[in-house]
């Protein structure tokens, strides 16, 4: 069993920075890729980065590119967000999650993912 947990979140102000972290216990996900998504109430969740088990290589959603770095710490089974100029439009539950299978792909779509953790709230104000 695999159990993620985000944290790292917090209210900020626009152009402000935060680093999210997703610690992974239960088994290691170094083989596996990992994203983040996010979600606003009352809308569906939406992907936002991910990064690949076998080299590292990462993928961003247009929004977030310059601005969010995905990274992972193959020894302490973590995974991070560091994200930079914030924008209001960044606020949300942003949610970790690991993928289905380990090929390399990064999977944009809710259910390549197996595992989520519980989400941490980010709030951006203006």
């Known amino acids: 069993q695999v159990q993620l947990a985000e944290s790292g979140g917090g209210l900020v102000q626009a152009g402000d920075s935060l680093r999210l972290s997703c610690v992974a216990s239960?088994?290691?996900?170094?083989?596996?890729?990992m994203a983040w998504f996010r979600q606003v109430p009352g809308e569906e969740r939406d992907f936002v980065a991910c990064?690949?088990?076998?080299?590292?290589?990462?993928s961003y959603v247009d929004s977030v590119k310059g601005r969010f770095t995905i990274s992972r710490d193959y020894a302490k089974n973590t995974v991070y967000l560091q994200m930079n100029n914030l924008k209001p439009e960044d606020t949300a539950v942003y949610y970790c999650?690991?993928?289905?299978?380990?090929?390399?792909?990064?999977?944009?779509?809710?259910?390549?993912?197996?595992?989520w953790g519980q989400g941490t709230q980010v709030t951006v104000s203006s």
């Open positions: 239960g088994r290691t996900l170094n083989v596996f890729n």
């Open positions: 999650a690991k993928s289905r299978l380990y090929d390399n792909t990064c999977y944009r779509a809710i259910d390549a993912y197996d595992y």
């Open positions: 990064i690949k088990g076998n080299g590292g290589s990462t």
